[in-house]
């Protein structure tokens, strides 16, 4: 007599999921396992782990012809996730278990029965969530992140056999699995624990007022900043300092950051929500696809989306390949990145803060007189032509960096912390934020310039050096529109209603410094 049972799993392409009906049937025939629905080689593999960790957990698969579809079989499976939803679909067509038809099942199995954590577990129940399907089932190395998901009913199990006890099983799976000791399901609506906040303190740089400055404008207005100086000014020390200073991420936003760190940390590392921008820092030998994402398969998020409401610091800039520093000019515009491969495309959020740092010349010392420079220029002009036009001009802040000088590292003194910074960069969003309301944006840099140069207008009084710049091509028209966005920032920092002549000078100087000097 045949039967056929029926579980639920989630499919993940990229951040998105989509509800994935497990078909399990016993047939007639003799002995097989298939498996069908476009599974890649660890899912096909699925077929001896699930066998073997039935066995061990006291009640073996059929030994009659299995045959598994995973719905809709014209989409592609990939992963380890789908073991216990291939496991609780077979023992069900056998009669052994019986499973509520709304509740999802996340795991891996191991071959001893137990259930393993598997990446994507926040961004698969969120799926699960949208679905209507509360109910899930992980594995207990994963219950934390899955509880983080609102609205989800969270079962965890160490094992398939304390699972089985739970589902309904027949008396001697029963007592295997009391005999082993497992526990039962754990379930929980959600928790969420306290943010950690990091140890970097701008207390720490050594004079840079100006860089100070430039820094609090960035965090303000989610600009993109290059600082171009001599090695040991402390553009790396300022770049790490950064996150300490925006503001904490709302539950949407830290909700997108954890999702993606989700698939990219280990199955079991995320246990809160992210509640801290996040700090991405790529050496300078990283690939295309290590920075914009990619890989075999689905692509993976990269270094960019995994910046994501933080930061994307790239040190020693004009040292990275020059195909992944153009890659970046795409989601710098639209805050997002699509991969396209043979096995499907991927789109993740990659809304983040770029950070470039660079020194003058390939030796560093080309700056004041330049005397110990010992570059030749057309060798400090290939340096420089690294960092394309193109990408500069997505770049709102150009910051010269000087070196640091004996007043500073002796008798001078120290500058503000980063707390009483974030405090001020904290008001200026706010001011921000309430403004831009009705136009649907959050930050200054996210204002189109049909905006700031329409209902936001200012007088021209307040543009006329901004304006002169223009004629005498010192800016593009997206250069014009970032000075716009750079000016309303310091304004939003010093208190002021509205951007005058002198804001929009230090927007147009901050703009417009050359990195050389």
């Known amino acids: ?71 809709p079989a014209s989409l592609p499976k990939r992963g380890t996730a789908f073991d216990l939803a291939i496991a609780v679909a077979a023992l069900a067509a056998a009669g052994d278990i019986r499973p509520p038809a709304d509740t999802v099942f996340i795991a891996e199995l191991g071959l001893d029965g137990r259930l393993r954590p598997v990446q994507g577990i926040l961004p698969a129940v969120m799926a699960a969530v949208r679905a209507g399907c509360p109910e899930v089932v992980v594995a207990t190395d994963n219950a934390l992140e899955a509880r983080l998901v609102p609205g989800a009913r969270v079962h965890s199990y160490e094992s398939l056999g304390s699972l089985v006890l739970d589902f309904g099983a027949d008396p001697l799976s029963v007592i295997l699995a009391e005999q082993e000791g497992r526990p039962g399901g754990q379930v929980d609506h959600g928790s969420e624990a306290e943010p950690r906040i990091g140890s970097l303190d701008l207390r720490d740089v050594a004079g840079q007022h100006e860089a100070r400055a430039a820094l609090e404008v960035a965090a303000a207005g989610a600009h993109h900043l290059l600082m171009m100086g001599p090695p040991g000014a402390g553009k790396t020390m300022l770049a790490e300092r950064l996150p300490g200073i925006l503001p904490e991420l709302d539950d949407e936003a830290a909700m997108e950051v954890t999702a993606i760190h989700s698939l990219s940390s280990h199955p079991s590392a995320t246990r809160e929500l992210i509640r801290r921008p996040p700090f991405e820092n790529p050496h300078h030998t990283a690939t295309q696809a290590a920075i914009v994402g990619g890989g075999q398969g689905i692509p993976r998020p990269g270094a960019a989306s995994r910046a994501h409401r933080g930061v994307l ?89 000087r070196r640091v000088s004996m007043v500073d590292l002796g008798v001078g003194q120290p500058g503000e912390s980063s707390s009483e910074v974030a405090e001020r960069v904290r008001g200026a969003r706010l001011r921000q934020a309430e403004r831009l309301q009705p136009y649907g944006f959050a930050t200054n840099a996210e204002v189109p310039g049909r905006i700031l140069r329409g209902a936001l207008r200012l007088p021209s009084s307040a543009t006329r050096s901004l304006e002169q710049a223009m004629v005498n091509q010192k800016l593009t028209a997206r250069g014009y529109d970032r000075v716009l966005r750079i000016a309303w920032t310091i304004a939003d920092v010093t208190g002021v209603e509205r951007p005058g002549s002198d804001e929009v000078g230090q927007g147009l100087l901050l703009r417009a410094a050359e990195p050389a000097a």
Do not use: H, W
């Not at 396992?33 to 096909?44: C, E, I, K, R, T």
């Open 1 to 71: 007599m045949s039967g056929v049972g029926r579980a639920l799993g989630i499919g993940l392409v990229g951040l998105n999921g989509y509800v994935v009906e497990v078909e399990a049937d016993i047939g007639q025939t003799l002995p097989a396992f298939v498996l069908l629905g476009l599974p890649d080689s660890a899912l096909n593999e699925a077929k001896e782990r699930v066998r073997s960790a039935a066995q061990n957990s006291g009640l073996p698969l059929s030994r009659r012809k299995i045959t598994v579809n995973l719905i």
């Open 313 to 401: 610091f790239l040190d020693e800039a004009p040292e990275f390949d020059s195909r992944a520093l153009e890659a970046l000019r795409q989601p710098l515009e639209s805050g997002e990145v699509r991969i396209d491969r043979a096995a499907g495309a991927a789109t993740y959020p990659a809304r983040f803060q770029l950070v470039l740092a660079a020194n003058p010349c390939p030796c560093g010392q080309s700056t004041g007189k330049g005397l110990q420079c010992t570059c030749t220029p057309q060798a400090r002009r290939r340096y420089k032509a690294k960092l394309s036009g193109p990408l500069l001009d997505r770049v709102d802040i150009q910051l010269a960096v």
